[in-house]
């Protein structure tokens, strides 16, 4: 049989690092296209056994560059996504005009399949422009190519994420934690490893035409995400429900940092809940089952904010001794 190539983009982030792993583990060849070979293709040539990673930089969007990589290929996907702009319209550019572009030239290179990574809870947040460029990207793609798969996760975590990592950090400095919307927003976590076991079975099997919301096995809330958090640091800190002017004062003021913690687009989108909608098929649907709950997760790698690091261990009631 024809080996699948697989051409990657945004393969250096959390997701792709842990697809690339599992794509050459079982010898699929992967092109990689990433923006700086040097700062970005150190972490990549780990993930990949010899001979299976090819790395290719493309400083900007050189169209007929990626024309011709896709041709060469027989799968693309796309991982690219951002949080924030740097500048205005980043977000149209990356979450619209990308898929746009990339399903165009998958549906004129006869691609067995784009598979294009886009987000849970996105449709009802429409004072989000984030949401609604990823929104608008989904409705490209359709557009554009029949053979299309529209991933849309919840939050995805683990060891090398920017999500329970930065909030450990966080909560193990700061005296308190400001919660926004009184931290009832809900979330369905999903581990890397399960995403990527969806992402590659969707790559193996016949699903195409799909739009699949990909979730973890447990609902919880934002306050209950850091009270495990906490928990598995072992900090105690006060969660105060900050009220929402003086939250957009605080992500007016986050905002204008080079990595902001907070933006006034994210403050609006943590309105929403961030659960399966029942309007697509989830993964459980398509017996992808996700089993990896949150709490047991994160205590695998929470030991490097805690005190004693890994010599703490916990007494019979769970708490460190
Ligand atoms: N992680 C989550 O919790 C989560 C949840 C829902 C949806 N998603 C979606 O899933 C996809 C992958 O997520 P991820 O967390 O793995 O992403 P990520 O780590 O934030 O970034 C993925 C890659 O995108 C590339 N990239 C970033 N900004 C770019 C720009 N301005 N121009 C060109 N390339 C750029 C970078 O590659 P190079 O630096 O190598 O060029 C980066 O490694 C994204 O579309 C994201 O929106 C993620």
């Known amino acids: 049989m024809k080996q699948k190539e697989i051409l990657l983009f945004g393969a250096t982030g959390q997701i792709g690092r842990n697809l690339v792993r599992k794509l050459s583990k079982n010898n699929y060849k992967i092109t990689a296209v990433t923006r700086n070979i040097h700062r970005a293709g150190y972490i990549l040539k780990t993930q990949a056994n010899p001979g299976y990673l090819n790395l290719v930089e493309l400083k900007k969007f050189n169209l007929d560059k990626i024309d011709e990589l896709i041709k060469n290929s027989s799968i693309c996907i796309n991982l690219i996504g951002i949080l924030y702009e740097k500048k205005k319209d980043d977000f149209r550019v990356i979450h619209t005009d990308l898929p746009n572009f990339l399903s165009q030239k998958a549906n004129k290179h006869k691609l067995d399949k784009f598979i294009h990574l886009s987000a849970l809870g996105i449709e009802e947040a429409i004072d989000s422009k984030y949401a609604q460029s990823k929104l608008e990207g989904e409705k490209k793609i359709i557009n554009n190519f029949e053979n299309y798969i529209i991933i849309k996760p919840s939050i995805v975590y683990s060891v090398d994420d920017n999500f329970t990592t930065n909030f450990m950090t966080l909560l193990n400095l700061l005296p308190f934690m400001p919660i926004y919307f009184n931290g009832k927003t809900k979330f369905t976590p999903i581990h890397v490893t399960d995403l990527v076991d969806i992402i590659f079975k969707l790559i193996e099997g016949n699903n195409k035409n799909l739009?699949?919301?990909?979730?973890?096995?447990?609902?919880?809330?934002?306050?209950?995400?850091?009270?495990?958090?906490?928990?598995?640091?072992?900090?105690?800190?006060?969660?105060?429900?900050?009220?929402?002017?003086?939250?957009?004062?605080?992500?007016?003021?986050?905002?204008?940092?080079?990595?902001?913690?907070?933006?006034?687009?994210?403050?609006?989108?943590?309105?929403?809940?961030?659960?399966?909608?029942?309007?697509?098929?989830?993964?459980?649907?398509?017996?992808?089952?996700?089993?990896?709950?949150?709490?047991?997760?994160?205590?695998?790698?929470s030991y490097n904010w805690r005190t004693g690091g890994q010599f703490s261990k916990r007494n019979n009631l769970g708490n460190i001794k």
């Open 211 to 301: 739009i699949l919301e990909c979730v973890g096995p447990e609902v919880l809330t934002f306050k209950e995400i850091l009270q495990k958090l906490l928990f598995s640091i072992d900090r105690k800190r006060l969660l105060i429900p900050m009220p929402l002017p003086i939250a957009k004062i605080s992500a007016k003021i986050l905002q204008l940092f080079p990595k902001p913690l907070l933006t006034e687009d994210q403050l609006n989108l943590l309105k929403y809940d961030n659960c399966k909608s029942g309007k697509y098929k989830n993964n459980f649907d398509l017996g992808f089952n996700t089993l990896k709950k949150f709490e047991n997760e994160i205590d695998k790698y």
